[in-house]
């Protein structure tokens, strides 16, 4: 494993640092002038994004890039830095057409889509036309445990027929969403095999019976582009908007989740390095008891874990990203649990720290310290809780273990006195 960037990844980290600097920044203000008074800030991205695609900064994400299809072909390890380049400005990957959830979109059209289906959906996608959203939760089941959904898809003729409720649904609120990519039970019997008994089906936003019931806030934070509550009643959809086959919709969703993962662990380590850089000036900057803050043992030390913890889920991030590359999604499955239970919890920590150095002010919208620790507090859920990841790692440890069961004891015997109470082992 080599993590050192590649001549052409270091060339395209400075050309996105050069836009992020030179074009994004300077329109942060913009920005939130228009999100702050409840407007998507169209006039502000599109332009950003046709420069974007001129210097050729676009649809990086994508491994499987076509001939035909725009966009710079990377490796999942190649896009991880520029990924994490992106993420110090939370809207900023939306220019280079690198945001999600339409990143995990696009890999589960170009995976299973029809012609037709590609034709109508994935290439307005890659061409940045239309965004869309992925419904998978629903707040009425432990959406942790997909098997749990209870959303119904019900073959009616030549048509499909939805039902149900999904909520927490990132993106469906902005106004250039079209699609939403819905997962749902397909099949009603109780003997079917329980991740063979959901569908997907691709379901227009402006289907007849699909209402937008509200924007949920997150930790009192209303996202301008949604995270909303979709309600389903009886949408019709014609059976040729079936995404896959019948039954495959659990795996479909697994295939979506790796490279998603890697791509939001790396913008999240961009936003703790820009915490990190943030607390080490306030802290050179600010005075208190007749001392800068910085030389304060508590306040080094703050400092000191924050750059070893956030190198740490770099590498850790950065191997997952390789796996894949290397091995495949499914090889790299308890890697991508790992670096999304490190980041979301790294994220709460740094930041957390930053804030404490700012005071009270780190509290406020005058930094970007206290959204982003927001955030940091909602990836913990996003993608699966702690808890499933925690147990994903847990289970391929035991496993491990398990198929070399006895081999540890013989060693543990082997160190032991001849005359101690290892024998007994």
Known sequence: MDFAYSPRVQALQQQVQRFMDDL????????????DAG????????????????AGLWNLFLPGLRDDEPGTRLANLEYAPLAEIMGRVPWASEVFNCSAPDTGNI?????????????QWLEPLLEGSIRSCFAMSEPDVASSDPTNLCTRIARDGDSYVLNGRKWFITGAAHPSCRLAIVMGISDASPDAPAHRRHSMLLVPMDAPGLEIVRNIPVMQHQAIEGHCELLFRDVRVPAANLLGSEGDG???AQARLGPGRVHHCMRTIGQCELALELMAERALERMAFGRHLSDFANVQDWIAMSRIEIDQARLLVLRAAWRMDVEGNAA????VSAIKLVAARLQTTVIDRAMQVFGAVGLTPDTPLAALWSWGRALRFLDGPDEVHLRTVARQELARSRAHRGENVLQLQRWMPPDSAGDAV
């Open 24 to 35: 994004i920044l300077p329109s942060h203000r913009d920005w939130h002038r228009w999100a």
């Open 39 to 54: 407007v998507y800030p169209l006039d502000v991205i599109e332009p950003l994004k046709c420069q974007a695609r001129d």
């Open 107 to 119: 890999e589960l059209l170009h995976l299973f889509a029809t012609p037709d289906q590609r034709a």
């Open 250 to 252: 659990f795996a479909m």
């Open 332 to 335: 790299a499955r308890t890697d």
